[in-house]
């Protein structure tokens, strides 16, 4: 009798059941650490400004599955000086079952980078670590609002939005 259920489970998430979500790889697509100005930046006379930027986008890798990437930069700078610049583009590819259509996109764009993140953040505090810095710690980022925020943009630029 169980075998029975557990058949029947799985055809149910295979016609639209249960939403799930399943990743099948996650990588380093490119990752980028500058130190111009070593080994002066290395003690700086001022506390650095960071300029910190997210991006997410996605694309069809096939039926039911998509390749998110997070793209993160982050630029410590002093007055004119450049004291690092890091550039990572993580990637995951996943496979989504059982969410309608008409909600794949923000799903792929929320909740999709929401499991890739805490990678692709230690790998930033592990590049400025090496580099002779403090670990850079980002703090969590709401893709849920990030998402929101970049449709708004799309319709503001008279574009409909749509997926990456």
Do not use: W
Not at 137 to 157: H, K
């Amino acid at each position: 009798m169980s075998e029975t259920n557990d058949a029947a489970a799985g055809q149910a998430a295979q016609e639209g059941g249960a939403p799930g979500m399943s990743i099948l790889a996650q990588y380093i697509k490119d990752l980028s650490f500058e130190n111009p100005n070593a080994p002066g930046s290395l003690q700086p006379k001022e506390q650095p400004k960071l300029d910190i930027n997210v991006n997410v986008s996605a694309q069809p890798m096939g039926e039911n599955q998509y390749e998110v990437v997070i793209t993160l930069t982050a630029n410590a700078k002093t007055g004119d000086m450049t004291v690092f610049a890091i550039e990572l583009i993580y990637a995951g590819l996943f496979r989504v079952t059982g969410v309608p259509q008409e909600h794949i996109h923000p799903f792929v764009l929320i909740e999709c980078p929401r499991m890739l993140f805490p990678f692709a953040r230690n790998i930033l505090a592990d590049a400025s670590r090496n580099g002779g810095f403090p670990p850079l710690m980002l703090d969590p980022i709401d893709f849920a609002a990030l998402y929101r925020q970049n449709m708004q943009q799309a319709e503001a630029a008279g574009g409909e939005a749509k997926p990456n």
